[in-house]
C-alpha cells in the first residue's frame, strides 16, 4: 500500500551512540518533515525538506541532522544520543500545494 | 509564529453522547488550513477532519464536525454519539498556505476516554 515507512519501529540505545531513522514515502510528495511526539508537549518538529537536496530546522533541531538526498527518503541522524532524546519519531509527507500529510507509524527511541 | 492550544488535557464522555473538543490558535495570516488528527493506542496519526480558513461553512465528517470561529481564532472539534472506537488522542494543528511554509504546528493534545 502507499505510504510513509519508518524503520525502525523501536530502538534502544546507549548514551552516547549514533543511529539513522529511515523514512520512505512512495507518493511522489515533495515535502517530508520529522517531528518527535513527548508526553504533554504535542508533536514538534525537528526538520524538514521542502525537495530533494534541501532541508530546514523546525522548532527543535539541536542534536539531530537531516538528508534527502534522494526525493522519497528523508533520514534523521542522532550522532550522540542523549536520555532526553527518548521519544517517539514521526515522519510524515505532504504534496507540494497540498495540506493532508500522511503520518509513518512511529519510532519509539529510548536512550539509556 | 503560530501557536496553537488545547486547554482540555483530559476529556471523557459517555458513550452515545455528544462531546466538543477545544482549540484556539495565534496567527496573523488571513488564509491557512486548520485540522484535528485522532491517535488511537496503536500511535497512527489519523486525520479526522479539515478547515479551509477562507471557507464560511464548518467542515463535517459523518459524526464529526467543527465550530470554526475565525475572529475568535477557535476551533473545535464536535464528535457525536460517542463510540468506543473514537477513544484516543485527538490534536488540533495549523498549517500555513504560504509556499514553501507549509508544516504543522500543533497543540499539546486532548485525552478523550469514552465511558462504555
Redesign the interface.
Known sequence: NAGVTQTPKFRVLKTGQSMTLLCAQDMNHE?M?W?RQDP??????IH?S?GEGTTAK?EVPDGYNVSRLKKQNFLLGLESAAPSQTS?Y?C?S?E??R???T?G??TRLTVV | AQTVTQSQPEMSVQEAETVTLSCTYDTSESDYYLFWYKQPPSRQMILVIRQEAYKQQNATENRFSVNFQKAAKSFSLKISDSQLGDAAMYFCAYDSPLFGNEKLTFGTGTRLTIIP
Not at chain 1, 504533554?40 to 518538529?45: A, F, H, I, T, W
Open positions: 515535502y518533515y517531528y504533554g508537549m504535542g508533536l514538534r518538529l524538514y521542502v523546525g517517539v514521526f510524515a505532504v507540494q500545494g495540506h493532508g500529510y503520518f507509524s512511529g
